[in-house]
């Protein structure tokens, strides 16, 4: 099954609080097409957070990204929306490589 993988960058005020937030936020992404996700963290400026969000369809990934819910538990979280990007690709391959 091809799958619709959508990057989200932005800068966080404090990225505990924003963690907390995003955590709390799971059953609603499940609920809402979200099958996987992977949080990463810059290393060069600790605000920045980028997170892969793995959907069935490029319909379902801007359906979600549409959401008020979303777009409030950003605001509570401490998202700076001047810094957000969102853009979405279509999976050719995953997996895992393993040393011979």
Known sequence: MQSTI??????????????????????IQAEHGV???????????????????????IEAAKMFFAMPE???AMGDAGVRIDSMSVMYYDEVEAGELIAV
């Open 6 to 27: 959508a990057l989200v960058r932005h800068r966080v005020t404090d990225f505990d609080a924003w963690k907390t937030v995003y955590d709390n936020f799971a059953p």
């Open 35 to 57: 099958r996987a996700h992977q949080v990463l963290r810059s290393l060069e400026d600790r605000s920045e957070v980028t997170i892969a969000h793995t959907f069935d369809s």
């Open 70 to 72: 979303l777009r409030k």
